[in-house]
């Protein structure tokens, strides 16, 4: 079934087989938030009436300048008299929508164009106009670990960007997912399963309850939870590609198709971002699959591609910790590949730690360097779809919103990871319309906060009881990749690296005869082509993965994890291929048979990681 706004029409397309990630294995979203303005206004021409904050001065220049297109602002609203029905009225007629009556301080809380602040300076009925600033919730775990409150002071908001969710579909009754005017901001709907797409019990287009929740994390507005749920590009449209059937299962042609799909709309809808919060094992090169080759032809469209990791991190074939369990298509050069971090009870940065579920590269046969960035994706909550599976088998998971009602869900995994980023790049594309998927890519890693220098992580453990075990984690490019996402670093940030398609490939990596790992460069290596983190171009690699992990075009590092001639041969084999250790192509040995060919939406609930 094809949908838009008005039109329902039908859409044939194979069934996909897929397995939903297993019961234990925990995702969460993080969404992070900073005080700071994510760019700076000089002294503006044009100063603020004195009605208005301070903080407002570059925004009114802006609106006095006619280049605030479609960026928005979250105010505060004080009015001479308690304001009334009317007042609601002519502030929504300007665009404007209403968050919260504020009345003990005759107010009230709106998000507006900035287009908008020159008449609310000359409204005579108005006293005073500031800054409505974020302040710390439950929820705010995530947005605090990564500056996502100083895009939205800044006012990105991902209007007028649209993220094309390929899942198991968006249920857009609920009421987050709503503009001011109550009309969904998903503007597309199509089934790719060829199933049902309701059922009896209030399931509509989402029957898994897993794209809902992805949904909610890149751009829910907190209608039912009072902000404290909101997502992370509040304003964003959505295109829902609906590629997994009620059980989380789908196929490769199910996504291809789907994939497909959103290059063909992405002008209509002005789709600048696909998030893929699934996966499967890989059983060839990415060079020879077709699923890596369907988002590879999104990134060359223009479309910024963002994939999980997988959560296969606590897989320890024969002692390898974890390492080399990235799956397809995150295992593909050129997207932006995302891994998880927990929370551990702080909205701090610096209190992330790498969930031992999430997957670490080199990535099998190609040795690609990944994830590319890590951002939270432990127990995050979001929206929950009414009647979904995931719903029905994990009650317990269900968190009550401002209604009293059960309208949110827990979720972990780096499928909950993953939409972080996606709303992240919404709200950079928001700013800087013109970058291309590759700048989106170095922009957020080069920015991304190196954990291992920042906050001295070298190595962390977590115990998860269901299993009677305890996992360490490390802090190398193969664990985090460039490090946490900070988009108050992103957003403030102007270094652009080149616009040609590319220009930021993950590179490849070697393993040297002297047990160390060193990123390859030149004609036999996949990161010949990428100018980004090459030795003659623009950051160089220390500035991309930290002063620790690499200086030019030294050693990756190696000495402490587990392919060191130290360990097992086998253990190094899982990563590396070949029983001998000198295979420079790595064998099936993670991605057999048993989990090869399974599909995967990486999230969960229940986990319970310590």
């Known amino acids: 079934m094809r949908t838009n706004k008005f039109k329902k029409k039908p859409a044939g397309r194979g069934e996909r087989r897929s397995a939903a990630w297993g019961k234990r294995l925990s995702m969460t979203l993080l969404l992070m938030t900073g005080m700071a303005f994510g760019q700076r206004y000089e002294a503006a021409a044009i100063q603020a009436g004195p009605h208005f904050g301070p903080e407002l001065s570059g925004f009114l220049q802006k609106a006095h300048q006619g280049t605030s297109k479609s960026q928005t602002v979250r105010v505060i609203v004080q009015y001479k008299t308690v304001p009334t029905t009317a007042h609601y009225a002519a502030m929504q007629s300007r665009g404007g929508m209403l968050h919260s009556k504020l009345h003990m301080i005759k107010g009230a809380s709106f998000t507006i164009p900035v287009s908008a602040l020159p008449i609310l300076e000359s409204d005579p009925e108005i006293a005073s106009v500031s800054i409505d600033h974020p302040m710390q919730v439950a929820d705010d775990l995530t947005n605090g670990a990564t500056g996502v409150n100083s895009a939205w002071n800044a006012g990105y908001t991902g209007a007028g960007v649209t993220v094309a969710v390929i899942d198991s579909g968006i249920n857009d009754t609920h009421p987050d997912l709503h503009n001011s005017s109550g009309a969904s901001r998903v503007v597309y709907h199509q089934d790719f399963t060829g199933t049902a797409t309701t059922n009896s019990l209030g399931g509509k287009y989402d029957l898994y309850g897993h794209g809902t929740h992805v ?33 989380g299962a789908g196929t490769d042609s199910t996504v291809i198709a789907a994939i497909q799909q959103a290059i063909a709309l992405k002008s209509t809808y002005n789709i600048r971002v696909i998030n893929l919060s699934l996966g499967r094992g890989i059983g060839v090169g990415y060079a020879q699959d077709p699923l890596c080759q369907a988002v590879e032809a999104a990134w060359k469209a223009g479309i910024v591609v963002v994939v999980a990791a997988g959560n296969y991190g606590r897989l320890s074939l024969f002692g390898s910790n974890g390492f080399g369990t990235v799956t397809a298509p995150g295992n593909d050069p050129y997207v932006l590949t995302v891994g998880a971090t927990k929370s551990n009870g702080s909205s701090a940065p610096s209190a992330q730690t790498l969930a031992s579920f999430s997957s670490k590269g080199p990535t099998t046969y190609d040795h690609i ?46 499928s909950m990871a993953t939409p972080a980023v996606a709303g992240a790049v919404a709200l950079l594309l928001q700013e800087q319309s013109t970058m291309t998927p590759d700048q989106v890519k170095a922009r957020l890693m080069r920015t991304a906060t190196k954990m ?83 030795t003659s171009v623009v950051w160089g690699t220390s500035v991309v993965w930290g002063t620790a992990e690499v200086t030019g075009t030294s050693v990756v590092w190696g000495a402490s994890l587990p392919w060191n001639g130290n360990n097992l041969l086998s253990a190094f084999s899982v990563v590396w291929g070949s029983s001998t250790g000198t295979a420079t192509s790595a064998t099936s040995v993670v991605w057999g048979a048993s989990v090869g060919n399974a599909d995967a939406a990486f999230s969960d609930a229940g986990d319970d990681e310590q």
């Open 452 to 534: 291992n220098v920042a906050y001295n992580l070298m190595s962390t453990s977590a115990w998860v009881p269901h299993l009677s075990q305890t996992f360490t984690s490390t802090y190398d490019l193969f664990s985090v990749g460039s490090g946490l996402m900070n988009l108050q670093g992103a957003i403030s940030d102007s270094n652009l690296a080149p616009s040609t398609v590319g220009a930021a490939l993950s590179p490849a990596v070697v393993y040297n005869s002297n047990g160390t790992v060193s990123l390859v460069y030149g004609n036999s290596s996949v990161s010949s082509n990428s100018v980004v983190w090459g």
């Open 215 to 247: 949904a909610g994390i890149i751009g829910g507005n907190g209608a039912l939870s009072g902000g404290q749920y909101e997502g992370v590009a509040p304003n964003v449209s959505f295109v829902d590609l609906r590629a997994l059937d009620m059980n």
């Open 369 to 414: 360097a990944k994830p590319d960035i890590v951002a939270p994706g432990n127990d995050v909550v979001s929206l929950a779809a009414p009647g979904a599976t995931l719903e029905a088998a994990f009650p317990s998971e269900l968190v009550a919103g401002s209604n009293g009602n059960n309208t949110y869900f827990t979720l972990s995994g780096t």
